[in-house]
Every structure is written in C-alpha cells, then in structure tokens.
C-alpha cells in the first residue's frame, strides 16, 4: 500500500526553530487530511486537519498546508519546542464515505535544545 | 479530559489461541474503530463500527476477527485463533459524531499483543 508516504523517516531540529513534516500521496480520491502525533507507549493523538476545499489551516504554533495539485501535505511547527519531540502521521481519509483513515509511515521529529 | 482506556496493555498468547482485546471508549462517543500496528509499519485500519454493527472492515478484518459491544461501555476485539503475524499494537479509537469533521478520531494507548 503505497498510498500515502512521508519519504523522511526522521527530523532534527533546533529549538525554537521551524519544523516542516511533509506527507505525498498518490492519487486524489482523499477529501479530509490529518495530522497525528504519537509519543512511546501511547497512541497517536489528534493535531490538526484540512479538508480538501482549503490550503492551509492554522491552529497555535501548528499550521497544515494542502497542496492538491502537487498532492502533498506538510505540517509546519513554529516555534518548534523539546515537547514537541515525537512520531507524527499524516492520516488521510478517502472521498465518498467510509471512515477509515489511511495512515503515512510516520517522521520521528527530535527537537534539540 | 476523558480518555480512551484499553486493557490489558500487554498480552502474550500461544499461537491458536483465541485473545480478546478490550477498550472503553469514551462516554458520549458514538463511532468506534479498531486500528493495528506491526512493528515497523504502518498502521493500518481494521474495522469500524457504529449503531452496534459493522460500518466498514479492511481485508485484514477476515472471519479470525470480531467485534462486540457486549455492554453499554465495552468494545471488543476477538481474534479467534491467533497467528504469528497477528503480533502487533493494537490501538482502539472513538469518535463524537461522525469523522471528523470538528469530531476527530481519539485513540487509546494500545495493547500490544505478542503471538510466540
């Protein structure tokens, strides 16, 4: 299932800096995109959503970006803190009915001090 | 804030052996999932379930799985003869109203179920 891919497996990043999570998927029946955050030992927690009739979304320091064209997400957060250090998904859910999200392998983001 | 609970968070079990993994959803949710993931990978969806039936399943879902809200708080999930690959985290979700537009998906800590 290639659907959905976040082609970098990990990110470091300073403190205080942005963090830019990215997320491609290869075709366009996803109306509703999500991103998750996920600590060791505890399932994925929700972060933020787009839906498909916009580009950008912002929620605090958290701000999704959609790229239909290009089908591509990405996750900017800014600025970036140690608590922030975590798995984060991007969860897609596909066009006409069905509630299943279809989960990205994941970015493991450090944040360094 | 209310939690997604899941029990037990560690399950070790003999290959054919039948497991049922339990969760308490949320109070006033109404939509509940079951979602998997195996070491390594991604995780994957299961099953949905919703007015006390099956919504929607994934081809993973086959006759080994089944699901049950046995009470007015409990969810299931019953493999019933467990293989090797069925090892893996198993997480349970829950949602207000329909996903998830303003109702997003919340997810339980996981079980993680070891098959040896």
């Known amino acids: 299932d290639q659907q959905v891919k976040q082609n970098s497996p990990s990110l470091s990043v300073q403190e205080g800096r942005i963090s830019i999570l990215n997320c491609d998927y290869t075709n366009s029946m996803f109306d509703y995109f999500l991103w998750y955050k996920k600590y060791p030992a505890e399932g994925p927690t929700f972060l933020i959503s787009i839906s498909s009739i916009k580009d950008k979304n912002e929620d605090g320091r958290f701000t999704v970006f959609l790229n239909k064209s290009a089908k591509h997400l990405s996750l900017h957060i800014v600025p970036s803190q140690p608590g922030d250090s975590a798995v984060y998904f991007c969860a897609l859910k596909a066009t006409g009915g069905g509630n299943k999200l279809t989960f990205g392998t994941g970015t493991q983001l450090k944040v360094e001090l | 804030e209310p939690e997604v609970t899941q029990t037990p968070s560690h399950q070790v079990t003999q290959m054919g052996q039948e497991v049922i993994l339990r969760c308490v959803p949320i109070?006033?949710?109404?939509?509940f999932y079951w979602y998997r993931q195996i070491l390594g990978q991604k995780v994957e969806f299961l099953v949905s379930?919703?007015?006390?039936?099956?919504?929607?399943k994934s081809e993973i879902f086959d006759d080994q799985f089944s699901v049950e809200r046995p009470d007015g708080s409990n969810f299931t999930l019953k493999i019933r003869s467990t293989k090797l690959e069925d090892s893996a985290m198993y997480f349970c979700a829950s949602s207000r109203g329909v996903p998830y537009y303003n109702s997003p998906l919340h997810f339980g800590n996981g079980t993680r179920l070891t098959v040896t």
């Open positions: 109070s006033n949710h109404l939509y």
């Open positions: 379930f919703y007015n006390n039936e099956i919504s929607e």
